[in-house]
């Protein structure tokens, strides 16, 4: 009999991404070292800006101007997640979920699939609508006949537990994207936005936080155990 998991949803605030990964490694290691699927971990935060790169990125799909005075302030980190080159930074919403897949009946697409909805639901909610577009990772809205990457998802699996996760654009500095060929992309038809941009609104992170958590709580309430 599986047990009754329990969640704990934890707001980081905007913080360093180096300390933030060493906690997902400290938690995954706990959950791997006592074979506990009881407990479950949801980390919201924003980072300071950083870019990061997974396992299948390459120098050739890194920097798009290799003399750009930008990056060169950020930071830079090798990850274990899947996916290539992204760039997190205050105004983009990050959580990363430290999850059994035995929640997911150990299904690794299944699991694929509820991160992109907790996103498509979150922006059809804020008046945007999104979408997947086959053979591409993320979320994305089109406008006339450009595509726009919102949302990123990028993700390990070890032991069946889950690291990383989902990024959601609120309104972030969206020039710091311009510096990378964001997640490998280098279309002029593919672009990366954020809800601000889409909605021509201003958002209120502290509410908007407050009701992805609500978004959360209802996706995990009715998944089946």
Same mark, same amino acid.
């Given at each position: 009999?599986?047990?009754?998991?329990?969640?704990?949803?934890?707001?980081?605030?905007?913080?360093?991404?180096?300390?933030?990964?060493?906690?997902?490694?400290?938690?995954?290691?706990?959950?791997?070292?006592?074979?506990?699927?009881?407990?479950?971990?949801?980390?919201? /935060?924003?980072? %300071?800006?950083?870019?990061? !790169?997974?396992?299948?990125? *390459?120098?050739?799909?890194?920097? $798009?101007?290799? #003399?750009?005075?930008?990056?060169?302030?950020?930071?830079?980190?090798?990850?274990?997640?899947?996916?290539?080159?992204?760039?997190?930074?205050?105004?983009?919403?990050?959580?990363?979920?430290?999850?059994?897949?035995?929640?997911?009946?150990?299904?690794?697409?299944?699991?694929?699939?509820?991160?992109?909805?907790?996103?498509?639901?979150? /922006?059809?909610? %804020?008046?945007?609508?999104? !979408?997947?577009?086959?053979? *591409?990772?993320?979320?994305?809205? $089109?406008?006339? #006949?450009?595509?726009?990457?919102?949302?990123?998802?990028?993700?390990?699996?070890?032991?069946?537990?889950?690291?990383?996760?989902?990024?959601?654009?609120?309104?972030?500095?969206?020039?710091?994207?311009?510096?990378?060929?964001?997640?490998?992309?280098?279309?002029?038809?593919?672009?990366?936005?954020?809800?601000?941009?889409?909605?021509?609104?201003?958002?209120?992170?502290?509410?908007?936080?407050?009701?992805?958590?609500?978004?959360?709580?209802?996706?995990?309430?009715?998944?089946?155990?």
């Amino acid at each position: 009999m599986k047990q009754q998991p329990i969640f704990y949803i934890k707001d980081f605030g905007c913080t360093d991404f180096l300390g933030l990964w060493n906690i997902q490694k400290q938690i995954l290691n706990l959950k791997i070292k006592f074979l506990n699927k009881k407990y479950n971990f949801l980390l919201v /935060l924003e980072h %300071n800006n950083v870019y990061t !790169f997974g396992t299948s990125t *390459k120098c050739s799909n890194f920097f $798009r101007f290799s #003399n750009n005075k930008t990056f060169k302030k950020i930071k830079i980190f090798k990850v274990d997640r899947g996916g290539k080159v992204t760039s997190h930074g205050p105004g983009q919403l990050v959580i990363y979920f430290i999850l059994d897949l035995f929640l997911f009946n150990y299904d690794f697409n299944l699991y694929l699939r509820f991160l992109e909805n907790i996103i498509i639901i979150t /922006l059809l909610k %804020n008046q945007i609508f999104a !979408f997947r577009i086959i053979n *591409k990772s993320g979320i994305w809205v $089109r406008n006339y #006949n450009l595509f726009y990457k919102i949302g990123f998802i990028g993700i390990k699996i070890i032991n069946y537990i889950t690291k990383h996760g989902l990024a959601l654009n609120i309104n972030p500095d969206l020039n710091i994207f311009f510096s990378i060929l964001t997640c490998g992309i280098n279309n002029k038809n593919y672009c990366v936005t954020s809800i601000e941009k889409e909605t021509e609104k201003s958002i209120k992170k502290k509410s908007f936080k407050k009701n992805l958590k609500n978004e959360l709580c209802f996706f995990f309430n009715f998944l089946k155990f």
